[in-house]
């Protein structure tokens, strides 16, 4: 244990628990009102062709001296089986309409080299295809998202993929696919029409994208016990439009519209802030921006509401994160950022969010899974740490597939900064699916703990058992060097004499804790 993690646990046996403070936080559960199933598929990954995220993050070859299961790296596998990847969406993004499947199948040698004109502008080997991604995905014990090309691609070229991926018929495509390796046909969960289509995907208006999707969905045709959701591609940050319009025209042809923001320090993209050696106003400008993720979502789901009533529709958040500054020295088409302790509160602040909306959100993908943006893991050559990130999802795992419930939180100040106002607390609940009551808490302020009374009508608590990640500065991050600079810690709380249980949240910290 470092001196850092030292002193955390001390920080956390000095302020665990005990009787009402005058001042606490008042957090109120409903446990006899539950809610929407938070799907798993909340917590889904992204792998894009972008930088180092596929190729050396994740794939080196079956020739690698770094080891590997059938090309895929075994430390990052290992790694991300471990905070259990429900989904994982690929080949992009931006990439994804450029991307043509069959350059991704048959003998690596003899697949073309294409040029990643989006990410950099380097070569694309194409090493990694099809059935590359269903052998990763297959291992993770994963669902596989799979994102159709709209931009340069065709209807038929979607179609005859579908078929490909899912036919289990003797066609020529299916047996190309036996030919290849896999037999059995793929299980394709989730299959999208385009990305980004108001953007790199075709600068195209929703109502253009709307009659192209109709056209193509027709056609995307596979066994009924194989066939794939299909995603129509939405919109980002404050344009309703997407929601709007799809969810009326296409809402007997689609299983969900995506949605796609991402949070930025200053707000600008020409300058976005520095990933580390922030000063407090860039932490909190932050959070208070990852906090926009509420009114998108709320604004959102109000315009589906008009057109599906039913909540049919869901509304995938299937790229959503931080984007910094990229880090000095770096290709700036490679989108490497460094991940920090800010990264994972934003990240708690937004799971809190979409266990609040688990009726209409069902699915989210981070940017990106490994190297890229904010990433789970980081890895030079044979070398691999965890991001706060990671750990984040590590502690929000008993929340997959948990059923939300109600809460309320009374006296709970807001924290300022730098002209940014954001509450002190954030909080969520859920009975996880093995019968026990979890409460996730998040301290933004990160210059004083607070107090947090936890009531449940109906039930006495004893005590609340869990993990804790804190630091001691606000940009506290992992190196090769310091791998284990921020880790969670275990963290538990017990009721006064009096009955009553006040949990005690460092500051800048999030909280994950089973009700006792």
């Known amino acids: 244990m470092n001196p850092i993690q030292r002193g955390v646990l001390a920080l956390c046996m000095m302020t665990a628990g005990g009787a009402f403070a005058a001042d606490a936080v008042s957090l109120t559960i409903d446990t006899g009102k539950p809610g929407a199933v938070i799907n798993k598929d909340v917590y889904g990954q992204f792998a894009e062709h972008l930088g180092t995220g596929i190729y050396e993050g994740l794939w080196v070859g079956p020739k690698s001296k770094i080891p590997n299961t059938k090309g895929w790296r075994n430390d990052v596998v290992g790694a991300l089986k471990d905070i259990h990847v429900p989904l ?17 199948i048959g003998a690596r040698e003899k697949r073309p080299v294409k040029v990643n004109t989006n990410w950099g502008g380097v070569d694309e080997s194409n090493a990694v295809g099809t059935h590359e991604f269903f052998d990763l995905v297959e291992m993770l014990g994963a669902d596989a998202y799979v994102n159709g090309n709209l931009g340069t691609g065709s209807a038929q070229e979607m179609s005859e993929w579908v078929e490909y991926m899912t036919s289990d018929s003797k066609s020529t495509l299916a047996n190309m696919r036996r030919k290849n390796g896999h037999d059995k ?12 289509a108001w953007g790199c995907g075709g600068n195209m208006s929703a109502q253009y994208y709307s009659d192209l999707y109709k056209q193509v969905e027709t056609f995307l045709r596979a066994p009924k016990q194989y066939r794939p959701k299909i995603i129509a591609s939405g919109g980002n940050d404050n344009d309703i439009t997407w929601s709007e319009v799809l969810s009326k025209e296409l809402k007997k042809q689609t299983d969900g519209i995506s949605f796609h923001y991402y949070t930025i320090p200053t707000g600008k993209w020409e300058v976005k802030g520095a990933s580390t050696g922030f000063q407090e106003n860039e932490w909190i400008s932050t959070l208070s921006n990852t906090m926009r993720m509420e009114t998108h979502i709320q604004k959102n789901t109000a315009a589906m509401d008009k057109n599906d009533p039913e909540k049919k529709l869901g509304l995938f958040v299937d790229e959503w994160g931080t984007w910094y500054d990229v880090e000095k020295g770096t290709n700036p088409g490679f989108l490497f950022q460094q991940n920090t302790l ?24 981070i940017a990106q899974m490994v190297n890229v943006l904010q990433s789970m893991i980081i890895t030079d050559k044979d070398k691999m740490l965890l991001t706060p990130t990671y750990y984040a999802y590590q502690m929000y795992v008993p ?9 309320s939180l009374k006296d709970n100040p807001d924290y300022s900064a730098g002209g940014f106002r954001v509450p002190e607390i954030s909080a969520s609940a859920a009975r996880g699916a093995d019968g026990k009551l979890y409460v996730a808490l998040v301290n933004t302020n990160p210059n004083k703990p607070a107090d947090v009374a936890l009531n ?33 810690v275990a963290f538990s709380a017990a009721a006064g004499a009096d009955g009553k249980l006040t949990v005690k949240v460092p500051a800048k910290a999030v909280i994950v804790v089973a009700v006792e």
């Open 399 to 407: 929340f997959q597939g948990a059923t939300s419930l109600p809460i």
């Open 185 to 196: 046909p793929f299980k394709v969960a989730y299959f999208a029409v385009g990305n980004e």
């Open 342 to 365: 800010r990264d994972a509160v934003v990240a708690a602040l937004n799971f809190n969010i979409f266990h609040a909306h688990a009726d209409r959100v069902r699915m989210t993908n």
């Open 456 to 488: 449940i009508p109906g039930q006495t608590v004893k005590s609340v058992k869990g993990n804790l990640l804190t630091a001691s500065a606000m940009d506290t991050h992992n190196t090769f060097q310091s791998p284990n600079a921020i880790k969670p």
């Open 88 to 104: 994982v969406r690929w080949p992009g993004g931006c990439f994804a309409d450029e991307y043509h499947w069959r350059d991704g």
